[in-house]
């Protein structure tokens, strides 16, 4: 049995080493521990030299087997490295109350899931940092935004100018969390708009966060795929184990993803001009308001989403409900901000700007069968409401009688009033040959009211005008006043 041996080991503590670990846990955010290492470890250590230390301006020299180490100043420019990771890490904290908080994220858009949440009572009280502080935005935006919160029973929520990528600062609602007290050498920001400003200069802009983000962060995700992809075709380039070529490739392909990236960016930062500038003009004129969209499940590749509550502004939501009709004369004031085409070619401006303006997703809105039913009932209402329409005018003006035709596929009959099953494209030829179409389904973003603001469609919705209108009965369409009419027995009202 062997016995035990006792050694001794040496080891040297260099002054360059003991700066770059205490400075190290400073970025951590462990400033406090790194001045108690200095100051209790080291003999003649004071508190303010342990500071100076840790500010970047002196710094640890020698070894300890050697003359010892010693303080020296630190030379210019040398700490530079050190103090931007320092305003990395604690740019922007502020001491709100008795606890410190640092902003984190912008939310720039609303949409189905925030509605739910708000819909069912599912969203916090709001905590406000500065209601005093600029513009007063609804109860309403600001518990949507506290949605995408990371957490929302704690976290605050300020409205504060943000800087996009292109130096243009507007309104954003930014949302604050709280973190450990900043360094006590270190400047912290005077409020929550200094917080903001001192964030975004450390750190760039703050994370984007919404309804719109998702298609957002799917390209970032690709752009951080080709730039690992080209990153390692380079390497293997290097050592003769690819060729230019793949090389040539994989950057083509990395310069591709980040365009779609910053063109992604640029229409989100469009579409949020146009949802602040339509904000404002419908809380100058007649205001907003709600209707509840019911739950829509997934269909295949379409989305489905929960129940929610949509809040669009109401004068262009009129204007979408009259322009089109006899009494477009009676449509609200309102000044367009969309442009037309953002959703598709030739659609309709007002829609999209209460679209935009409800915060909802106009990139999905074809698919969201259940938004537009309930948008296009009260569409009707206004329309009940202001000419005592009877039925659904999707397109269309003026007045035809003819006789009723039950469209079928591959067939044509020309001077008829067909009777289609939806407003699909494949009904468009029979659309172009006939005096009026009625069909059971369809809105005014179907492809044949789309089309037949153009091509001039007479086009109404019926529910059971099957049933209603048998083939080869003569009917009266008039859109002007909102009615069809089979002549032996007057203007007749349907159920919608």
């Known amino acids: 049995m062997s016995g035990s041996q006792a050694g001794v080991a040496h080891f040297v503590v260099s002054g360059e080493f003991l700066t770059e670990f205490v400075r190290d846990l400073v970025v951590e955010g462990s400033w406090e521990h790194a001045s108690r290492i200095l100051v209790e470890d080291l003999h003649g250590m004071t508190w303010d030299l342990a500071i100076q230390i840790l500010s970047g301006k002196k710094r640890l020299v020698g070894t300890s087997d050697g003359p010892g180490v010693e303080l020296a100043d630190e030379a210019p420019g040398e700490a530079d490295a050190y103090l931007e990771r320092v305003r990395w890490a604690f740019a922007g904290r502020w001491r709100h109350g008795s606890r410190w908080y640092e902003p984190y994220a912008v939310v720039t858009s609303y949409g189905a899931k925030d509605g739910l949440a708000l819909l069912k009572g599912a969203i916090p009280l709001v905590k406000m940092a500065d209601d005093r502080v600029g513009r007063k935005p609804s109860l309403w935006s600001k518990e949507r935004a506290l949605f995408y919160a990371d957490n929302p029973t704690e976290d605050l929520l300020h409205y504060s100018l943000h800087p996009d990528e292109r130096g243009a600062e507007r309104e954003m609602a930014v949302l604050f969390r709280a973190c450990g007290a900043p360094p006590m050498w270190f400047s912290a920001a005077r409020g929550p708009d200094d917080a903001v400003k001192q964030a975004v200069t450390a750190r760039g802009h703050l994370e984007f966060r919404g309804a719109g983000s998702e298609r957002e962060h799917e390209k970032y995700v690709r752009v951080k795929e080709a730039e690992a992809t080209a990153e390692a075709t380079f390497k293997a380039a290097k050592h003769g184990s690819a060729e230019p070529a793949q090389v040539m490739e994989t950057q083509v392909d990395l310069k591709r993803a980040r365009d779609d990236l910053e063109a992604e960016r640029k229409y989100r930062r469009t579409l949020e001009g146009y949802r602040v500038k339509i904000a404002a003009q419908a809380d100058a004129g007649l205001g907003w308001f709600e209707f509840d969209v019911p739950e829509q499940p997934a269909d295949g590749w379409k989305p489905g989403h929960q129940a929610y509550r949509a809040r669009v502004p109401r004068a262009p939501f009129e204007c979408w409900a009259l322009r089109k ?29 209460w679209m935009v303006g409800g915060g909802l997703d106009i990139d999905r809105v074809y698919d969201d069968k259940a938004l537009m039913d309930v948008a296009w009932k009260e569409m009707f209402k206004i329309q009940q409401e202001r000419l005592n329409f009877k039925v659904h005018v999707l397109c269309g003006r003026g007045k035809v009688e003819g006789r009723v035709w039950h469209a079928k596929e591959g067939e044509r009959c020309i001077g008829a009033i067909a009777v289609v099953p939806d407003a699909g494209p494949r009904w468009q030829e029979i659309a172009d040959d006939s005096l009026a179409v009625i069909t059971p389904v369809g809105g005014q973003l179907s492809h044949l009211a789309v089309v037949g603001l153009e091509r001039q469609f007479k086009l109404v919705r019926i529910p059971d005008c099957f049933k209603l209108f048998p083939e080869g009965c003569e009917i009266v369409v008039d859109l002007e006043n909102g009615e069809v009419r089979i002549p032996e027995f007057g203007a007749l009202s349907f159920d919608r």
């Open 325 to 353: 009709t006899a009494g477009r004369h009676l449509a609200p004031p309102w000044e367009q901000v969309c442009p037309s085409g953002l959703k598709m070619m030739m659609d309709d401006a007002m829609h999209t700007d």
